[in-house]
């Protein structure tokens, strides 16, 4: 049989003559396939001028972490890309998150640059309230007034009015223990414009071990206040997005820096309230072996406060529009808060979404957050009793009323003890049905997930 010629045996014989040549010769061109250079260089950090108790966090290639509070030149430094993040200052905005390259055999200087700030800026002063908690149920009526005219033979013209009666159907994916109540909140106070992320934790996590109000092991971190050695948050967790190195609480990842912490549980959330407090006198809101309020100082918002400031004034599903569908196609949601809809699996940076009317951010979605209460189910109020029954001693219910009839709950600060406590706003994670303003979770204070946070509240007008 004659050997195989054509176009294919050609090109296989130049294939293994070239396979030949770059053995024995190499490929001759050593920048088409170079890497960036490897190697060492300094790193120069200096201090804002005028900003005191300013600190920097300083991450790294392969790892590395480092974090001070004074100008430093740190030398032998790897090569790659370095995150600084500026922690905050009372007072002060602090620079965002920069991230910068270090050549090999280069100096690179990083510089913080922190800008006055309005005191109480990350605060929302909230006067008091008089408003409708919870939801619809469907099985409540109310009456349209119409005036008509109707003309007699004898008589003529004949004023009448005419009464039409509606149901007021149930909101949308409600649930059983969302009874409406009147509330009435007495007194002004201050809610947190966002969520506490991942940095703030960190930065007065640290400075509450410094200061010995908590301790931390490889795998938590622990209360340190009045014999309490609850835990905090747990490193352990693969979604925990902080970890602790050498006693020293860090970022997993610099970039989550902004996004609202999670892990977190009860007693971690009233605690960090409790820091705050702590940062400016010795007057802190929690006795940490009981965990019952006994000061004035910050601390987790009620439910009262939460479905306040949640509805901003708003009687609808949300305080951006009406519920439509309950699920992940809710457009009214959309350009409000982070749900199954828009978020793509993931929590968001803080404060992406629009603010409601009062301007607080992410009420609706991206994290859980933990209130105060213990949880149960709201008593269903009684219905105002007519006036004017035609038996005093055995009055009977009104068929129509007006919410202002109702009796209101004065300062609910939920039952004295239980086994639960409050979670609202939902999720990125859940259907818009889960993030409503009368919508309600629990959880044990130990427990702990990639999904819950918090925001901080003040009950009296201060200057945080």
């Not at 940095?199 to 509450?208: C, K």
């Amino acid at each position: 049989m004659s050997p195989i010629r054509g176009p294919l045996s050609t090109i296989f014989a130049v294939t293994v003559m070239l396979i030949l040549l770059v053995s024995i010769f190499g490929c001759g061109n050593d920048d088409d396939l170079s890497t960036p250079e490897v190697g060492f260089g300094t790193i120069e950090i200096n201090m804002p001028t005028e900003t005191v108790g300013a600190t920097w966090h300083l991450y790294g290639p392969g790892d590395s972490f480092q974090h001070g509070g004074t100008d430093v030149v740190l030398h032998d430094m790897p090569s790659g890309q370095y995150t600084i993040i500026w922690t905050a200052v009372k007072e002060w905005t602090h620079p965002m998150p920069a991230k910068r390259t270090l050549a090999a055999n280069a100096t690179l200087i990083l510089h913080g640059e922190y800008l006055d700030k309005a005191p109480g800026s990350n605060f929302v002063l909230i006067d008091g309230a008089d408003f409708i908690m919870g939801s619809e149920d469907g099985a409540r009526r109310f009456r349209v007034f119409r005036d008509t005219t109707i003309t007699d033979p004898d008589r003529g013209d004949i004023d009448t009015t005419v009464i039409d009666t509606f149901f007021i159907p149930a909101e949308i994916s409600r649930d059983r223990d969302e009874a409406r109540r009147r509330v009435q909140i007495t007194y002004a106070h201050y809610i947190g414009k966002t969520e506490i992320t991942n940095q703030e934790f960190v930065e007065l996590g640290n400075w509450a071990i410094e200061n010995g109000h908590a301790t931390t092991t490889a795998s938590s971190m622990l209360d340190a206040l009045d014999g309490s050695t609850a835990e905090l948050i747990n490193f352990d967790f693969a979604e925990t997005p902080i970890d602790v190195q050498e006693g020293v609480l860090r970022l997993k990842k610099p970039e989550d820096a902004s996004r609202p912490l999670i892990e977190v549980t009860w007693f971690g959330a009233a605690s960090y309230c409790d820091w705050l407090s702590l940062q400016e006198s010795p007057t802190r809101a929690y006795d940490h072996s009981d965990w019952t309020i006994v000061g004035p100082g910050y601390r987790l918002p009620t439910e009262a406060e939460w479905e306040n400031a949640c509805r901003a004034g708003t009687g609808t599903a949300f305080s951006s529009g009406e519920i439509e569908t309950g699920g992940c196609n809710e457009p009214v949601l959309d350009g409000a808060g982070w749900f199954c809809g828009n978020a793509g699996g993931s929590s968001h940076d803080i404060g992406t979404k629009a603010a409601n009317p009062w301007g607080l951010f992410d009420m609706h979605g991206n994290v859980w957050e933990w209130c105060n209460d213990f949880y149960a189910r709201y008593e269903v109020p009684d219905i105002p009793l007519d006036p004017e029954s035609e038996d005093p001693e055995n009055p009977v219910p009104l068929m129509f009323y007006e919410d202002e009839d109702l009796i209101p709950d004065e300062d609910p600060f939920g039952p004295p003890e239980g086994e639960l406590r409050v979670i609202r706003s939902g999720r990125w994670l859940l259907a818009s049905s889960m993030c409503r303003s009368a919508g309600r979770m629990m959880g044990t204070p130990q427990y702990r997930g990639f999904h819950i946070g918090f925001r901080v509240a003040y009950p009296e007008i201060a200057t945080p």
